[in-house]
């Protein structure tokens, strides 16, 4: 925790994507690489995602949060500021943690791509079998 101004810092990681999440008291302002989150993340699913745990916690209209996200696509990068919101909550209030857990907000998900095979097409699929 940054003691000067209050900010709270956090790391979140989904596939490919790195999200580092900046959280301190203010109105709900939710900006993502230095835009507001309905232009970053266009869908509505998307945003309702990343805001779960602000109203889980209900800090949704008491916190502004800035983020920095790189690297992966937009579900990704989507699950990564989930978590680093999730985790810089647990920072500014360690009460808050048995609510983020029940409903599985601090389990990183460390599903990755499995990387393409030589000789096949994909990860596990084949070529097609011909007898002759």
Known sequence: MNSKSGQIYATGRRKRAVACVRIQAGTGKIKVNDKNIE???TTEALRGYITQ???VTDTSHALDVLA???GGGTVGQAGALRFGISRALIKKDPALRPVLKD???LTRDDREKERKKPGRPGARRRFQFSKR
């Open 39 to 41: 232009n970053y993340f």
């Open 103 to 105: 409903c599985g907000m």
């Open 68 to 70: 920095n996200v790189k």
């Open 53 to 55: 745990p602000l109203k």
